[in-house]
């Protein structure tokens, strides 16, 4: 088990294995929360996303693994994962946040929301949970604009991933009319809540792939709410 005291809200929700490890993703808003037992993680503020690495066979935390088994992103807002994808050694986590400083390792970080949400892939060295700074020169690559509402729980997300041929694919939903791929961009939506979006990165670098439909991301939807 993984979470900490009190009335807090910890879960996992996607995985993936690779060779010896599983890697759980999830939410949490303990500031306690340890492997069978309270423990020393804690959440910057609001939600924070983990990520664990077990040993598939024994469920033992690979320690080599951010030095505890557990990697965090977070800030001081909501930010919660979605997807866990793994590849050549990098791991994959898509999700939203509405942090203005997120970061890894339970440290505030500089990475900031546009709007009330936006969604992020962070990338991750799955042998020692660091982040790739080749990867956007941060670790994380991000998705969204300025005008996204607080209508509804999707806001603005990442959330499945897949890879083929060095590119990386993350689908999810958006309602802004500024959205664009590590800062506001021209992708808009249709005029309902929600759109749905899929985004084409290069999977080293984290850049937009600008042959996919021009500028990175394809959009689908129309006057309703589409996700």
Do not use: H
Not at 18 to 39: K, M, P
Not at 49 to 57: G, I, R, T
Not at 91 to 107: P, T
Request: charged letters at 10%.
């Amino acid at each position: 088990t993984f979470g900490g005291s009190g009335s807090t809200t910890d879960y996992g929700w996607a995985l993936t294995v690779s060779g010896s490890t599983v890697y759980v993703a999830g939410g949490f808003t303990s500031t306690n929360a340890g492997f069978d037992g309270t423990g020393t993680i804690a959440t910057v503020g609001n939600y924070d996303c983990f990520v664990l690495a077990l040993n598939k066979d024994t469920g033992a935390p690979v320690t080599s693994f951010s030095g505890d088994g557990v990697q965090t992103i977070g800030g001081s807002g909501a930010d919660v994962p979605s997807s866990v994808l793994f590849s050549g050694g990098t791991l994959y986590v898509s999700g939203r946040f509405s942090s203005n400083n997120l970061g890894f390792g339970g440290a505030a970080g500089s990475i900031a929301a546009l709007g009330v949400s936006d969604g992020f892939v962070a990338a991750l060295d799955a042998s020692t949970g660091a982040p790739l700074t080749t990867f956007s020169g941060d670790g994380i690559q991000t998705f969204g604009g300025t005008d996204d509402t607080l209508q509804a729980i999707f806001y603005e997300a990442a959330g499945g991933l897949a890879l083929a041929d060095g590119v990386l694919y993350v689908a999810g939903c958006f309602s802004s009319s500024n959205a664009g791929i590590g800062g506001t961009g021209a992708v808009a939506a249709a005029g309902g809540s929600y759109d749905v979006f899929v985004m084409a990165l290069d999977a080293t670098t984290g850049a937009a792939k600008t042959t996919f439909n021009g500028n990175g991301v394809q959009t689908f939807g129309g006057s309703g709410t589409d996700v």
